[in-house]
């Protein structure tokens, strides 16, 4: 009504209305028409307002299902640190003070942590127990394992979603996050992933223990190989020759040759001196000379027993220095692979990995998640980002069409 009493003002006569609608009318301004609006309706329309649509009323949902529906979630935290005996030349002081030695290499520490995100960790820890962990009835929609029986990816994913491992590049300390609707779940989880690290762990080194002293061991059985045959060629031999030190009874005949050319020497001289004063008919002359001859004859017996042709005593005392040789050749040869078997094996303790607990898992107890006036903050200020956004791209398209 009051715009029409600016159109037609009732205090003028029918000339001056003429005139008045002849002269140009001033333009009404849309803030005193809204102004002139009943109040209701002027709710409705703020109401109606694509601010409130876009950015108040999304914020408003995601704060009635944060603080109404979300189930809360505990975290259970543990660290730890992959550590090897050997010594290394600079320790931070954090290993200084667990009196450890080395570090592990980053790929010894990532095998770690990809085992325990792996579908072998789920597998060790049971999938029956991680479904009914994940599915408890005080979890929330849409935060919980929603099927009942997952496939084994869907149930992994799940999985990956609720742990967290993160190792520090500068200290090596490996940090385990566990997140379940129950602190005691999110505890016991933790506590069983330390665990299965430990028993990675040992049956790391024990594949590289195995795999590195397999070279080692091999060398040890061809050596004691060897000793072997050269120990049963060399008992074969004194069986043949039935003798059981074939270079000591090659030193007693050498000693019995030299016995017997020193008694003919002496023998010889006697007979000499004899038959200066003697006949050789007298009786002692022909028992010196039967003396001296049966001496040389035993000289050359000797002799031909020690190094004579065929079946002699120089020759098998060839042979069984050849074959003492070669045991010890053999011998020599199996002391230096025990030798290399030892170093090798105390090489192999010197790099086994260990986990060193550095912070044990606790029992939470308040919930950390979900991070409520973080969530609708970032919905907030997203929102209003996207609207403001909008709202630039809007009114530049409007200037450009006047």
Same mark, same amino acid.
């Given at each position: 009504?009051?715009?029409?009493?600016?159109?037609?003002?009732?205090? %003028? /006569?029918?000339?001056?209305?003429?005139?008045?609608?002849?002269?140009?009318?001033?333009?009404?301004?849309?803030?005193?028409?809204?102004? &002139?609006?009943?109040?209701?309706?002027?709710?409705?329309? /703020?109401? %109606?307002?694509?601010?409130?649509?876009?950015?108040?009323?999304?914020?408003?949902l995601t704060a009635a299902f944060e603080y109404l529906v979300a189930a809360d979630q505990y975290e259970s935290s543990a660290q730890f640190i992959v550590r090897t005996? *050997?010594?290394? @030349?600079?320790?931070?002081?954090?290993? !200084?003070?667990?009196?450890?030695?080395?570090?592990?290499?980053?790929?010894?520490?990532?095998?770690?942590?990809?085992?325990?995100?792996?579908?072998?960790?789920?597998?060790?820890?049971?999938?029956?127990?991680?479904?009914?962990?994940?599915?408890?009835?005080?979890? &929330?929609?849409?935060?919980?394992?929603?099927?009942? &029986?997952?496939?084994?990816?869907?149930?992994?994913?799940?999985?990956?979603?609720?742990? &967290?491992?993160? =190792?520090?590049?500068? =200290?090596?300390?490996?940090?385990?996050?566990?997140? /379940?609707?129950?602190?005691?779940?999110?505890?016991? %989880?933790?506590?069983?992933?330390?665990?299965?690290? @430990?028993?990675?762990?040992?049956? %790391?080194? *024990?594949?590289?223990?195995?795999?590195?002293?397999?070279?080692?061991?091999?060398?040890?059985?061809?050596?004691?190989?060897?000793?072997?045959?050269?120990?049963? $060629?060399?008992?074969?031999?004194?069986?043949?020759?039935?003798?059981?030190?074939?270079?000591?009874?090659?030193?007693?005949?050498?000693?019995?040759?030299?016995?017997?050319?020193?008694?003919?020497?002496?023998?010889?001289?006697?007979?000499?001196?004899?038959?200066?004063?003697?006949?050789?008919?007298?009786?002692?002359?022909?028992?010196?000379?039967?003396?001296?001859?049966?001496? $040389?004859?035993?000289?050359?017996?000797?002799?031909?027993?020690?190094?004579?042709?065929?079946? /002699?005593?120089?020759?098998?005392?060839? $042979?069984?220095?050849?074959? !003492?040789?070669?045991? *010890?050749?053999?011998?020599?040869?199996?002391?230096?692979?025990?030798?290399?078997?030892?170093?090798?094996?105390?090489?192999?303790?010197?790099?086994?990995?260990?986990?060193?607990?550095?912070?044990?898992?606790?029992?939470?107890?308040?919930?950390?998640?979900?991070?409520?006036?973080?969530?609708?903050?970032?919905?907030?200020?997203?929102?209003?980002?996207?609207?403001?956004?909008?709202?630039?791209?809007?009114?530049?398209?409007?200037?450009?069409?006047?």
């Amino acid at each position: 009504m009051a715009s029409e009493a600016r159109l037609h003002p009732p205090f %003028l /006569s029918p000339f001056r209305r003429e005139e008045a609608w002849a002269q140009p009318q001033a333009e009404v301004d849309d803030d005193e028409l809204a102004s &002139d609006e009943p109040p209701r309706r002027r709710g409705w329309r /703020s109401l %109606l307002h694509p601010f409130v649509w876009v950015v108040v009323l999304p914020t408003l949902l995601t704060a009635a299902f944060e603080y109404l529906v979300a189930a809360d979630q505990y975290e259970s935290s543990a660290q730890f640190i992959v550590r090897t005996p *050997q010594p290394t @030349e600079s320790l931070n002081s954090l290993g !200084q003070m667990l009196g450890v030695a080395g570090n592990a290499t980053n790929s010894d520490v990532h095998s770690v942590d990809a085992y325990l995100l792996s579908h072998d960790a789920v597998d060790a820890l049971g999938r029956p127990r991680l479904i009914t962990i994940f599915r408890r009835p005080e979890a &929330d929609p849409a935060t919980r394992l929603w099927f009942a &029986d997952p496939q084994p990816e869907t149930l992994h994913k799940y999985y990956r979603g609720q742990v &967290d491992i993160l =190792t520090a590049t500068d =200290t090596g300390i490996t940090t385990l996050s566990v997140r /379940s609707f129950r602190p005691e779940d999110a505890k016991a %989880l933790a506590s069983d992933l330390l665990k299965l690290g @430990e028993r990675r762990v040992n049956l %790391l080194n *024990q594949r590289m223990f195995d795999a590195g002293l397999a070279s080692a061991t091999r060398q040890v059985r061809e050596a004691e190989t060897l000793v072997e045959a050269a120990q049963n $060629e060399l008992t074969a031999f004194r069986q043949t020759r039935r003798d059981v030190s074939p270079d000591q009874t090659g030193l007693a005949q050498i000693q019995l040759v030299t016995t017997l050319q020193q008694q003919t020497a002496q023998a010889r001289a006697q007979l000499e001196s004899m038959a200066a004063v003697l006949p050789p008919s007298a009786p002692q002359y022909s028992a010196t000379a039967r003396r001296l001859a049966a001496l $040389e004859r035993q000289v050359g017996t000797a002799k031909a027993r020690l190094a004579g042709p065929g079946d /002699s005593l120089a020759g098998g005392l060839g $042979e069984y220095e050849g074959l !003492q040789m070669r045991q *010890q050749l053999a011998a020599k040869q199996f002391e230096a692979a025990q030798a290399g078997f030892q170093s090798a094996r105390e090489q192999l303790l010197k790099q086994q990995l260990f986990i060193v607990p550095v912070v044990e898992p606790n029992l939470p107890g308040k919930a950390l998640h979900p991070k409520r006036l973080s969530i609708i903050a970032i919905v907030l200020f997203g929102l209003m980002f996207a609207y403001a956004i909008g709202w630039l791209i809007l009114a530049g398209v409007r200037e450009h069409a006047e």
